[in-house]
């Protein structure tokens, strides 16, 4: 009786310190709050190296470094149970870097840098106004911040109500895939992003998942193939609103094309590495 008591009594700490399973991790849609304040810092750099070549003979290397820095504060200034519905976009000092043929990259200022937008909700979506009417680019970095900041979130229809353990896999439609990169897939198409939950015991209100995509851009005048981008690496999300407060990515980018030329078949090739950051410091 002494034995079976103490082998009891042996096995009460291991019960004692046994893990507890972890409850899987919950989501919701919150919606901004009125007077607060998002600051948002972009980084998107290129480096690709591009061999010519003819008759499978090289006959010119290039270094194609591309780079943009983006800095904006997005007020949100009014809103409801759903979205915001009036907000400011200050864009702080905004940088890109473009490969020359004919020397070092070009170095200037983006078309949105130093300027301020109005983003007021209609029935449509939203509409962003500035001094005079928008360009392309100052379109799109607007839309960007719109998307992520203002309207619901894109992945909330994805996550929003789910609960979620480590492992656990989401496949996001291509559609709702594009409007999250969107300054970063300007002029490429996204294919693929598949979210897989990284870890189920964040404290905070953000939650990491491992993140892997696949885009691409057509030919053009300037790039004789298509290139290609396989991006991978880390989304953080709030579990209160579905927003990605934080992207961190790198992958291979990939070009291959021909040209013509006097009859001459140009085989043009670019190799290099692609490295893109979006984050959020709310206030």
Request: charged share 20%; aromatic share 4%; proline share 6%.
């Amino acid at each position: 009786m002494k034995l079976a008591a103490l082998a009891v009594i042996s096995l009460l700490p291991v019960a004692a310190f046994a893990p507890a399973s972890r409850p899987d991790v919950g989501f919701a849609a919150a919606a901004p709050k009125s007077g607060a304040t998002h600051d948002v810092t972009i980084t998107n750099d290129i480096k690709m190296t591009m061999v010519v070549a003819m008759g499978g003979q090289e006959l010119q290397r290039m270094e194609l470094p591309q780079s943009a820095n983006v800095a904006c504060s997005v007020a949100v200034e009014a809103a409801d149970a759903t979205s915001a519905s009036a907000a400011k976009l200050a864009f702080g000092d905004c940088k890109e870097k473009s490969p020359s043929p004919f020397g070092p990259p070009t170095e200037k200022a983006s078309a949105y840098s130093g300027k301020s937008y109005a983003a007021k909700r209609g029935d449509a979506g939203f509409v962003v106004t500035g001094a005079g009417e928008l360009a392309k680019e100052e379109k799109n970095a607007a839309d960007m911040m719109v998307a992520h900041l203002l309207a619901p979130a894109p992945l909330a229809p994805l996550l929003a109500g789910k609960s979620l353990k480590k492992g656990d896999k989401i496949e996001v439609p291509a559609d709702v895939a594009q409007k999250c990169f969107g300054l970063f897939a300007e002029e490429a198409k996204v294919s693929a992003l598949t979210l897989v939950l990284a870890d189920d015991a964040g404290a905070g209100d953000a939650i990491v998942f491992q993140a892997t995509a696949k885009m691409a851009m057509a030919a053009s005048e300037a790039m004789p193939g298509e290139m290609t981008m396989e991006p991978a690496g880390t989304w953080s999300v709030s579990k209160s609103t579905c927003r990605v407060a934080a992207m961190a990515m790198k992958g291979p980018v990939k070009m291959r094309g021909t040209m013509d030329q006097g009859g001459a078949k140009i085989e043009m090739k670019a190799d290099g590495e692609w490295t893109l950051a979006w984050s959020v410091a709310t206030k």
